[in-house]
């Protein structure tokens, strides 16, 4: 539900800022992403202290394994918190190249950055996930 009013206020604003949209500075799609990225980011930080998970009554399936649902949900959680910890900037050129797979044309035109700077970004938060990652192994 919070995915449906979450699309449907990045569709009010966008309609709100559709008269001063100018095609010359940023192509329509790259535009929306911003109006999206910016509304997340008031998202969560607005609720990241009230952080409210759904009980479900069925957690297995007939299809699905019980310890393959935990097993993939703590792999989600240790992403979310490793996301969570690395820099802004690094985080949302992740978000974008690997999550909404957006071209690194498309996320330098959202962030307003040069292709080169997105490529950097993305190299140095691959790299410090795959650090938190070898520290979580670590401790385990």
Same mark, same amino acid.
């Given at each position: 539900?919070?995915?449906?009013? *979450? ?7 966008? &309609?709100? /800022? $559709? =008269?001063?949209? +100018?095609?010359?500075?940023?192509? %329509? ?44 949900? *703590? ?7 490793? &996301?969570? /910890? $690395? =820099?802004?900037? +690094?985080?949302?050129?992740?978000? %974008? ?44």
């Amino acid at each position: 539900m919070v995915a449906e009013d *979450l699309t449907s206020e990045v569709f009010i604003r966008m &309609l709100k /800022a $559709l =008269p001063d949209y +100018q095609v010359q500075k940023t192509p %329509f799609q790259a535009w929306l992403f911003q109006i999206a990225r910016f509304l997340a980011i008031d998202h969560f930080r607005a609720n990241h202290r009230h952080k409210v998970e759904p009980l479900e009554d069925n957690l297995a399936t007939d299809d699905i394994p019980l310890d393959r649902i935990i097993d993939d949900r *703590l792999a989600v959680d240790r992403l979310q918190k490793a &996301l969570a /910890a $690395l =820099p802004e900037d +690094q985080r949302d050129v992740l978000v %974008f190249r690997f999550l909404l797979n957006m071209p690194i044309g498309e996320v330098a035109e959202a962030m307003h950055r040069s292709p080169n700077a997105i490529k950097g970004l993305q190299r140095r938060g691959l790299r410090a996930l795959r650090s938190m990652y070898e520290q979580m192994e670590n401790i385990r």
